[in-house]
């Protein structure tokens, strides 16, 4: 799948997972591509009147916080409806994360670049190769979403029965009269982390061991909330096969205001399911416990409420440096992948920060009164879980999100698109989160060690606090930071070689013999050369001296990082900046092994470029605002132009807009 007509070219755009950015050039001819992320392009013949270029790409983890909803994976489609033939379309096929499509469904959303507002957009799902498929005839964002599947139905007052769909065992049965007026619905499953059951058992002995199994958790509400007048029947399966199991130690939990509690109501077996009557609906759940002991799970459900909405992991800060790029990465993983993710870090020329510990703060103990016998067990259970070992993790929320703080001597650069929002979120369902930042030094000081400091925040939106959760330290070498604030002092003129002088020799002609004697006379002396005539001879230059040539200021080490951050199709501005194949491979090569994101690779691409061309002098200007001319970034040429006249370097406030990758 491809066509040999077409240029592809590639580059890494994250260090932590093979994310990708794909340029493709497409003729009448139209093509089909495999798009290095995992999706597919297809561009029938006839939809383009020339030859143009598509760019596609994968948005970095450290970047998913510039778009809303910051949920699941965001494509990039770059597209040129120019010359794109009316009526006509390309078709999109976008990769999603593994999902249970029987509790969960899928939902594209689509907006443009130049708008604010996101839509739903129809789609095609391919369950067997993970692709959600889509037509579209402009470029813009997408998104795969899920969410919990829910079934949507009608109570009339006459009264129904309704078996739900994604679960042949789960229904309602509605007497008549049950409501005065119609109402809605639904049902959904919340699935249940089984695996969470024996962690918690380690670690809650006490309140867990009472607890055998558990179901699912099972969602039947009404969308106006009420006490019904006639009982609901309400099936729900059995979370266990055997039916030989004690069906007096089987309890039904529902949820209400106070938390999970056991509802006491007659219990009729079907098969493997049962059913019950209520006249609330709620989330409820099937649980056995062991004999006699079921007046105890209302204790294991609280700690399962709070664990199955949570995944346990920690936040992993490292330090990547280069002579004049220095940046901090933020990974928060889960607790089963730290290892590898610290692995990988490390193999990419990483440096992991070590983590500092809060000193403990012993709170004074207060005078309690005499308390009973109930009161004195629930203190002995209290101090039993206080007594179990302080967990060295975090409470990662799906969709929360962690504060930072960079301080010390170290801070964010201005450069740095993302400086205004320092948080860092997690999606469970991604395989990376994390967050990049440029930084620099506070002072400019060389010849002395830096200290960095990291603060991580956890957030509660519902008690407006915070609480820092961690801290790290971090040190710099002198001779890092001397080699970040070297300066390249300017070219000196070349020593002009003093001329040559060939020693005078005296030579002595060869007489004839001498004639007869005659008369001797007297000659006057030769005049001796003048020293002030040999020094202005020896002093006189062979060639004019040589003019000296100072580096335009737009094509500095800022104003080219500012470039990289604002030219999005960097792969492309290297095809018209005439750099060879060859060279933009081995960077993408060097990118994957140090984790270079596409503003790195850029920056690189633009240094190379102004290495290899510096004997343009200042025609290398008009070389860079041309090729933002045939890129179509009019706007980034004629500010070079315009910063050239000024002799002023490009920052990203003169650029009126946020710097993106």
């Given at each position: ?147 919990t ?92 096969m ?9 309890a ?24 019950f ?69 490390l ?11 809060l ?23 209290k101090q ?20 930072l ?6 801070r ?106 005659a ?17 202005a ?10 003019q ?88 980034l ?7 050239h ?6 920052t ?10």
């Amino acid at each position: 799948m491809s066509a040999s007509s077409s240029r592809q070219s590639t580059s890494i755009a994250s260090a932590s997972s093979s994310r990708f950015i794909s340029e493709m050039t497409v003729t009448k001819k139209g093509a089909d591509f495999n798009l290095p992320f995992g999706g597919e392009l297809s561009v029938p013949p006839g939809t383009f009147s020339k030859k143009d270029l598509i760019t596609c790409c994968m948005v970095s983890p450290s970047d998913r916080f510039k778009y809303q909803p910051p949920i699941n994976e965001i494509f990039l489609l770059a597209l040129n409806t120019k010359s794109m033939k009316k009526g006509q379309s390309i078709s999109l096929s976008l990769p999603f994360y593994p999902e249970n499509l029987e509790l969960f469904s899928l939902q594209l959303l689509a907006k443009r670049t130049d708008q604010d507002e996101w839509m739903v957009k129809e789609c095609e799902i391919n369950e067997e190769k993970r692709l959600v498929h889509l037509e579209t005839d402009i470029g813009g964002i997408f998104v795969v979403t899920s969410f919990t599947k829910q079934e949507v139905f009608e109570v009339p007052v006459q009264g129904c029965l309704y078996n739900a769909k994604i679960h042949h065992q789960v229904s309602a049965r509605f007497p008549k009269k049950t409501v005065d007026v119609p109402i809605q619905c639904h049902i959904s499953i919340i699935p249940i982390n089984k695996s969470v059951i024996g962690k918690l058992s380690l670690e809650y002995p006490r309140d867990m061991d009472n607890l055998l199994t558990a179901s699912d958790f099972y969602e039947i509400k009404a969308h106006t909330e009420k006490t019904f007048r006639r009982s609901v029947t309400v099936k729900l399966p059995l979370p266990v096969m055997d039916e030989d199991f004690p069906h007096d130690d089987l309890a039904i939990m529902m949820m209400t205001n106070e938390g999970w509690q056991i509802y006491d109501a007659p219990i009729k077996f079907i098969k493997n399911a049962i059913s019950f009557d209520t006249r609330h609906l709620t989330r409820f759940c099937v649980a056995l416990a062991k004999p006699q002991h079921k007046k105890r799970l209302k204790e294991a459900f609280r700690h399962i409420e709070r664990e199955n909405a949570m995944t346990r992991g920690e936040v992993v800060p490292f330090i990547h440096i280069q002579e004049r790029l220095w940046t901090l990465w933020f990974d928060i993983v889960p607790w089963s992948r730290i290892g590898p993710t610290i692995d990988k870090r490390l193999e990419q020329g990483f440096r992991k920060i070590t983590k500092m510990y809060l000193p403990e703060i012993q709170e004074p103990e207060e005078v309690r009164p005499i308390m009973s016998r109930r009161s004195w067990r629930t203190k002995m259970a209290k101090q039993e879980e206080e007594k179990l070992p302080e967990r060295d993790d975090l409470d990662l929320v799906n969709g929360g999100h962690f504060e930072l703080e960079i301080g010390g001597d170290i801070r964010v650069s201005d450069d740095d698109p993302g400086r205004t929002n320092m948080d860092l979120r997690f999606n469970d369902r991604l395989p990376d989160n994390y967050r990049r930042f440029y930084v620099k030094p506070v002072q400019q000081n060389e010849g002395r060690i830096l200290t960095g400091f990291l603060k991580c925040y956890s957030t509660d939106p519902d008690k407006d606090e915070k609480k820092c959760v961690r801290t790290f330290d971090f040190d710099v070498g002198p001779e890092t930071v001397a080699a970040y604030l070297y300066e390249e002092p300017e070219p000196e003129p070349e020593p002009e070689e003093p001329e040559k002088i060939e020693p005078e020799i005296e030579v002595k002609p060869v007489t004839p013999p001498p004639p007869p004697p005659a008369p001797e006379v007297k000659r006057a002396p030769p005049p001796k050369q003048s020293n002030n005539a040999s020094f202005a001879r020896l002093t006189k230059p062979s060639r004019p001296p040589k003019q000296l040539f100072r580096e335009p200021r737009v094509l500095t080490g800022r104003s080219l990082m500012t470039l990289a951050r604002e030219v999005e199709q960097g792969l492309t501005l290297a095809i018209h900046l005439d750099i060879s194949d060859s060279a933009i491979t081995g960077m993408g090569f060097d990118a994957l092994a140090n984790g270079l994101s596409l503003v790195d690779i850029t920056y690189k691409i633009l240094l190379l470029w102004k290495r290899r061309t510096r004997h343009l002098k200042e025609r290398q200007v008009d070389v860079l605002a041309e090729a933002m001319d045939d890129m179509g970034r009019k706007d980034l040429a004629e500010l070079i132009r315009e910063r050239h006249e000024q002799n002023l370097e490009i920052t990203p406030d003169c650029i009126g807009a946020t710097p993106g990758e």
